[in-house]
């Protein structure tokens, strides 16, 4: 199957300060990236969609000013966590996915803690 | 709006022993049905899909599941199961147009040898 990447795995930042999320398809061109967030014990909770060009579209009570998603290209997706405060300590996942492809490949997680 | 439910948030099996994990979604129109197995320390995998014909799908891993319209359901069954399958299973629903997957809340699934 093909390999979604996340970078880093886990990061603990002080509040205030911004985190910077990657998400690479390491084997095939993801026109569209999801990113999602997983609270312990809980489901993944869609937050965008973004595609490959073009503005994230963010799913409701997502702040898209704290959640800052670029796709600048095919292969590469980035979420910003802009002034990170203790509520957003969670364990964001990144997918990807293509035209020829059935389904979203998911990536590792990275886990965000921040003090 | 779609959602889906895993009534069964927690499953402890023996070896050998048969499987069924519940799956319910809401949703009236044409849906895509998956299901995503996270092995500890691992990411999702597909473990099986479907989009459409027969409802009786197949899986990896010796995993099935099947599509019931009238009932809303995609229960996902493993005639025996085995200690590697101890994992978080999750379904997922997506309108039939669109890529936006809704998950549900996941069930743990032991098994003890």
């Known amino acids: 199957g093909a390999v979604v990447s996340q970078h880093p795995s886990r990061v603990i930042c002080k509040s205030g300060t911004s985190v910077k999320i990657e998400c690479r398809s390491l084997d095939f061109q993801a026109t569209t990236m999801f990113w999602y967030r997983q609270f312990p014990k809980q489901s993944l909770m869609l937050m965008a969609t973004s595609n490959e060009g073009s503005k994230a579209t963010y799913e409701q009570g997502v702040e898209k000013d704290k959640f800052l998603i670029n796709h600048a290209s095919l292969t590469l997706s980035t979420l910003t966590v802009t002034s990170a405060h203790p509520e957003d300590s969670s364990f964001y996942i990144c997918?990807?996915?293509?035209?020829?492809?059935?389904?979203?490949?998911f990536g590792p997680g990275t886990r965000l803690l921040v003090l | 709006a779609q959602s889906v439910s895993q009534h069964n948030h927690h499953v402890i099996l023996s070896e050998a022993a048969s499987l069924e994990l519940g799956c319910n979604y809401s949703?009236?129109?044409?849906?895509?049905l998956f299901w995503y197995v996270q092995y500890p320390g691992q990411h999702l995998q597909l473990l099986l899909k479907y989009f459409s014909g027969d409802p009786l799908v197949k899986g990896i891993k010796g995993f099935e599941a099947e599509f019931i319209k009238s009932k809303f359901s995609f229960n996902l069954r493993k005639p025996s199961v085995q200690w590697s399958d101890t994992a978080e299973y999750f379904c997922a629903v997506s309108n039939y147009n669109t890529d936006k997957l809704i998950f549900g809340t996941g069930t743990r699934l032991q098994v003890f040898p």
């Open positions: 949703y009236g129109g044409t849906v895509n």
């Open positions: 997918s990807a996915s293509s035209p020829i492809q059935e389904t979203q490949y």
